[in-house]
């Protein structure tokens, strides 16, 4: 052997560093040996480490490198580690530590959930077994939940449970005024005496699948319960059993989840024990088709007269249209609902879902092609038959009652259809009858269609009465009767409204103030002078109408235009034709309100009107210079309710018609005032002085009540299609309207007709028929209350146009030319021919145009779509643009020009 020493054999794992720190560890004395080492120096450099596998010397098991693996190991041992065994390696003689205590059994749980022996994220996922015993479980509670469902339920009797309650309406004085919306008008036939093409109707456009399906539609039952939930829109069954099974129970229609299982549990039990021939025969005897009418039968009476066995195809699909809503489909149409519920709207879309209905029945195998190209046009409807209980009056004041629930409350038109209401509304039993006595007075003493059908033929009349410090809806006329009459005139007409709007310019004058014609034009909106009813302004017939700037007002043509007056008049002395405000309110002069409403800013104009309490819908024309002049057509109700507002001192009230309603749980909803300061008391009460001036020497005579302060304006429009008369006490406003129109339903749009030589008058103006209502009228409905006087006015804004001479007195003068030298012969020019009246409907709720017309200018207003340039020497030619109403204008000479009065 040499005599140097053998180099010790190197580490196989680690090489010097290895060595080093296994050196270290087993000089510490306080941490265990690594992998397994005796203690001894060899098992540093081998023996321990690989010379036996898994185990160091004596067999131990292998040790763990890092605490990571420590653990771990422990973890998977189940227990807390202890220490090694004496007698061995790493006991306490030794620097190793010993195995874990194995960890006891774990206690089965019913439901492993965390699951236990696994780790990490799958100790969360449930095992196979959790999932398919929950399943399970959950059906098994579903069809237990379905079986106490189904043996709890009946099957309906549509002939005992589908019937409706009565609605009761209470005059103001608490006093019932009818029981009428919950009556049920049914007749129950036989299957066998319902057309096939009934039959087949529904079917093809509700429930395709009905002879097939089980009663019910999962998809339509999931949909309509996430609404609910979510507090979306309800919705109804969705197969001919769902609806069947709600038409039959009319004593529970409340949204509810509750109601809706229960529903469909019954529908369930319907699909399943009812033959089908039996549920078809129970949903067309119990569904509402309108007019009244439940049942088929009943249907086919109110719409065409006839016995249900006698419907043709065509009226077959017109009747499943009405079970969409009749409401939107009755030709008739039912505006007192919903202003866009117009005739000629209903009938469009009714058209359009017959035919619909009548392609599928082709589609489906229901009906020929041959047979089905018979039936291209709705049939012939008959007009709506009322029940004797809503003739006169009170169907008017029912709808326009049920309207403003309608549209103000929760409560729905179906839920009306259903009754069971107590309805107390805001009708005076004795004004209404007075007004309707006043009407019929004036109409029968003056009016004779028969002897003068050319002129007479097709006039009617309107009224509104409404209570100034409330806006309560005292009295309405509506029209002849609401079972021959089916427009109600106090609500919805068209029917413009004239100089009965100069008012309201004269209110934005005194509010806003005129705009500054000598400032920078970019500024001049913020350059203003507070109007006195003292200030001045031209008179004079055929003017031009100026821009702030000094600039005439120009059409989208570039055409200048002429301003006419009433009767092609001057007013004034000339050259200048000045006149203050209060006389040309006095004498309804159009030249003198259109430049003031051009100078005050027609936007502003515009917000003054919207203030007093008219609708932004009934507002037409609001950018040409004659909407100052009435060329708009706001309802009678909505004028009164406007007029109001100066009668109460600028305060301003909506107006109502319901006070409150109950049902048989107790009250469900009561009018709250909402009332806004819409004008100061200075700019109304100097507005109802200037009017006071109209009644008491001016246009308004006619509507002078002895002993009582009043405050009017009267109205008449281009081409004398309608005439108004709109004024007031501090009790009680009243607006009253007289137009010619035939509103034969079968025309597509109604015509509003000229009105010279109706009732044996050369021309129909506010201050004649209109104003005679009025008198007649407010004279009894004023009866036995105290004479009150309105606010004094106090002094307002500055006299713009000021002259150092006295104000000049009206003069016949005319000037034919735009010289300022009047002609040294007056003549009078005639009106220019007439508008053509577009169809619009502006009602206590809204207005809805269905298309318009336009024509040339003439009296009062007009609506010409395009001014006639200066130098064609016409008077009241011009054009302000489109309008939405029937082409009566108010304030002269088409959009432009006119005489107003």
Not at 844 to 862: A, E, L, V
């Amino acid at each position: 052997m040499s005599e140097h020493r053998r180099k010790p054999p190197q580490p196989q794992g680690g090489g010097r560093a290895a060595a080093r720190r296994g050196q270290s560890g087993s000089s510490s004395g306080r941490r265990a040996a690594p992998r397994g080492a005796t203690g001894s120096p060899a098992d540093s450099y081998g023996t321990g480490s690989y010379g036996s596998g898994a185990h160091g010397a004596g067999g131990e098991d292998r040790l763990y490198g890092s605490r990571a693996e420590a653990r771990r190991a422990a973890q998977r041992g189940g227990g807390r580690r202890r220490a090694a065994d004496p007698g061995r390696p790493g006991g306490p003689n030794g620097p190793g530590r010993g195995r874990g205590r194995p960890a006891p059994p774990a206690k089965k749980r019913f439901i492993d959930y965390p699951r236990a022996g696994k780790y990490g994220w799958r100790r969360w996922m449930p095992s196979w077994k959790l999932v398919t015993g929950l399943f399970i479980g959950f059906l098994g509670s579903l069809v237990a939940v379905a079986g106490i469902g189904y043996a709890m339920v009946s099957v309906p009797n549509v002939a005992q449970a589908a019937t409706a309650q009565n609605n009761v309406y209470y005059w103001s004085d608490g006093s019932e005024m009818v029981r009428t919306g919950g009556e049920v008008n049914r007749q129950i036939i036989n299957l066998s005496d319902i057309p096939k093409a009934m039959q087949y109707a529904v079917v093809s456009q509700e429930n395709k699948t009905f002879y097939t399906d089980s009663g019910i539609d999962p998809k339509g039952i999931a949909r309509a319960l996430f609404n609910m939930a979510t507090g979306g829109q309800t919705q109804g069954g969705s197969t001919i059993t769902q609806q069947y099974v709600k038409n039959a129970r009319l004593d529970d229609q409340s949204q509810t989840i509750t109601r809706k299982f229960k529903e469909i549990f019954i529908s369930i039990k319907v699909g399943a024990t009812v033959k089908k021939d039996k549920i078809m025969e129970g949903y067309l005897n119990s569904a509402y088709y309108g007019r009244g009418a439940y049942g088929i039968q009943a249907a086919a009476h109110a719409y065409f007269n006839k016995d249900a066995k006698n419907l043709n195809p065509g009226e077959c699909a017109f009747l499943a249209a009405m079970l969409k809503g009749a409401t939107y489909y009755d030709p008739a149409g039912s505006v007192s609902i919903d202003p866009t519920a117009t005739p000629d709207a209903n009938k469009r879309r009714a058209t359009a879902q017959m035919q619909d209905t009548l392609d599928k029945m082709v589609k489906y195998g229901h009906l020929s092609a041959t047979e089905r190209a018979k039936y291209t046009t709705l049939p012939h409807v008959q007009s709506p038959r009322a029940n004797t209980r809503l003739s006169g009056q009170t169907g008017y004041l029912v709808d326009l009652a049920k309207g403003y629930l309608i549209h103000n409350t929760k409560i729905t038109a179906n839920d009306l259809q259903l009754g069971g209401y107590r309805i107390y509304t805001t009708f005076d039993k004795k004004k209404v009858e007075e007004l309707k006595d006043a009407v019929q007075k004036v109409q029968k003493a003056n009016i004779k269609p028969k002897q003068r059908p050319d002129t007479d033929k097709y006039v009617q009349f309107g009224g509104a009465s409404v209570e100034p410090s409330t806006g309560a809806i005292k009295a309405i006329y509506g029209g002849e009767d609401w079972t021959k009459h089916f427009t109600n005139n106090a609500d919805a007409t068209g029917a413009q409204v004239g100089s009965t709007f100069k008012p309201f310019v004269l209110a934005a004058a005194m509010r806003d103030g005129v705009r500054n014609p000598n400032g920078d034009p970019t500024q001049a909106q913020d350059e203003r002078t507070q109007v006195s009813p003292k200030s001045r302004f031209s008179g004079k017939n055929k003017l031009k109408i100026e821009e702030y700037n000094g600039t005439v007002w120009k059409n989208e043509k570039g055409e200048e235009w002429l301003q006419t007056n009433d009767g092609g008049e001057s007013y004034g002395t000339p050259p200048s034709y000045m006149i203050d405000l209060r006389e040309a309110m006095r004498e309804s002069v159009n030249s003198a309100f259109v430049q003031l409403g051009m100078d005050v800013g027609l936007d502003k104009v515009k917000q003054a009107a919207l203030d007093a309490g008219l609708l932004q819908s009934s507002l037409t024309g609001t950018t040409y210079p004659s909407f100052s002049i009435g060329i708009s057509d706001p309802s009678a109700i909505r004028m009164a309710g406007a007029y109001s507002t100066f009668a109460a001192s600028g305060k301003q009230n909506d107006p109502f018609s319901v006070t409150k309603v109950e049902n048989k749980d107790g009250p469900i909803y009561e009018h709250k005032s909402a009332t806004k300061q819409a004008f100061t008391a200075a700019v109304a009460d100097n507005v109802t002085d200037v009017l006071k001036t109209v009644v008491d020497k001016g246009t308004g005579t006619n509507a002078q009540l002895p002993g009582r302060d009043v405050a009017g304006k009267t109205g008449t429009t281009d081409g004398n299609k309608s005439a108004w008369f709109v004024g007031y006490t501090p009790q009680l406003s009243t607006a009253i309207s007289m137009f010619r129109m035939d509103d034969n339903a079968n025309n597509k749009a109604r015509t509003f007709l000229k009105m010279y030589g109706t009732g044996g008058q050369k021309k129909i103006h506010g201050a004649s028929f209109p104003a005679q209502i009025w008198h007649d009228y407010m004279l009894q409905a004023l009866q036995g209350q105290p004479a009150q006087s309105f606010e004094p006015p106090t002094p307002i804004g500055e006299i713009v146009n000021a002259a150092p001479s006295p104000t000049p007195t009206p003069s016949a003068t005319q000037s034919q030319e735009t010289s300022p030298t009047p002609s040294p012969t007056p003549s009078r020019t005639q009106p220019s021919p007439t508008p053509t009246p577009s169809q619009s409907n502006c009602g206590f709720f809204g207005c809805t145009d269905t298309g318009g017309q336009t024509g040339n200018g003439g009296t009062d207003g007009g609506t010409t779509p395009t001014p006639s340039p200066t130098d064609t020497g016409v008077t009241g030619t011009g054009n302000a643009g489109t309008t939405r109403g029937n082409g009566n204008g108010n304030g002269g000479g088409g959009f432009f020009g006119g005489n107003g009065n």
